[in-house]
């Protein structure tokens, strides 16, 4: 049977100026550690005259750029213990603007802009008739292929007839919520078909109950191993552990955002070179409720893993990796059942 396609004016283009706020230490902890002195150098009229100019300089492309270089500082306290200075000891001012120093801006969009994916947006409200509201999901790639899912809202009316709100030039990242319990078969389940398969596993996994945490995971690894050397195949494995464990996670924007200044950028290791050819799908239970997913691989720079995005609201998402016999390669897909 032919297939008649009508190509849609519709063209997207990625936009460079949409940055986000990134962690960074120029030239390592030894360079950073240089960095810092030299701002405790400074007067406190000199350090609120500099940050007044930073604060200026981003604004402009951040909705809470303080947000960030707290967030930033918090990171390198590290550094400021190993100098016998405490936090509560510096003014607000020079708190921020030594994490600005440790911050760089990233473009999310600056090398590439494609692999869309389309659902029915979940707010379908004072719309005319025949009008559907839609959400797109694309992956954008920016320095080093680094790439992460952005979001375009648009209309599609009654003569099929698309057109998208304008998009802001502001970028959104959210709150990250780790989660810190774990099945423990469906735990060995994934470490089996990653082919980990070490006695240091059974070790450390025999000293957890049926569901555990994060922090008990970690207690039995530090138990296991501090008073053992372990070979450097091991070691791989007590990393892939972690690495496994670090994979779910929940993030939560704020309702004040626009769709399509919402990023999914990489949050745990296993994804740290990009977010991959996310594909949203709308799934309809028995009870009426709706879900979105999308699969997606994730990539460290050496090995992918699949997995799994769920929201309701395109708000709040949660990440955990696919499990299953086929769940070990890219282009994975998840087709709903048909109601009709």
Not at 62 to 72: A, G, L, P, Q, Y
Not at 157 to 182: A, G, H, R, W
Not at 224 to 252: D, F, G, H, M, P
């Amino acid at each position: 049977m032919a297939v008649s396609v009508k190509r849609m004016g519709n063209k997207f283009y990625p936009d460079s100026k949409r940055v986000i706020a990134r962690f960074y230490i120029p030239g390592g902890e030894g360079r950073g550690k240089y960095i810092i002195k030299k701002v405790l150098a400074l007067s406190e009229e000199v350090v609120e005259t500099i940050l007044n100019q930073v604060l200026r300089n981003f604004a402009q492309r951040h909705r809470n750029i303080t947000k960030e270089f707290e967030k930033n500082f918090n990171k390198i306290v590290h550094i400021l213990d190993s100098l016998n200075i405490t936090a509560n000891s510096l003014s607000r001012e020079r708190i921020l603007l030594i994490g600005s120093y440790f911050t760089h801006e990233y473009s999310i969009e600056s090398a590439a802009f494609f692999n869309p994916s389309i659902v029915e947006d979940p707010d379908q409200t004072n719309l005319e008739q025949g009008q559907k509201r839609i959400i797109v999901s694309f992956r954008a790639t920016g320095e080093g292929h680094i790439s992460s899912i952005v979001f375009r809202s648009g209309i599609i009316d009654k003569n099929n007839e698309l057109v998208f709100k304008p998009v802001n030039t502001l970028v959104e990242q959210p709150d990250i919520i780790k989660i810190y319990s774990y099945n423990k078969s469906k735990f060995y389940l994934k470490l089996d078909e990653m082919n980990i398969h070490k006695s240091i596993v059974e070790t450390v996994m025999n000293r957890l109950g049926d569901d555990f945490t994060y922090s008990e995971l970690h207690a039995s690894i530090h138990e296991c191993v501090k008073n053992v050397t372990l070979s450097y195949s091991k070691k791989n494995v007590i990393r892939s552990l972690i690495w496994l464990a670090s994979t779910n996670y929940e993030i939560t924007f704020s309702l004040d955002t626009a769709l399509s200044e919402r990023v999914i950028f990489p949050v745990s290791d296993s994804e740290k070179n990009g977010i991959e050819d996310a594909r949203f799908v709308k799934f309809t239970d028995d009870d009426g409720s709706i879900t979105y997913y999308a699969t997606f691989t994730a990539y460290n720079g050496f090995t992918i893993l699949p997995k799994l995005l769920e929201t309701k609201d395109f708000y709040h998402f949660s990440v955990s990796p696919v499990f299953g016999k086929y769940a070990q390669n890219k282009g994975m897909a998840l087709f709903p059942r048909s109601h009709e």
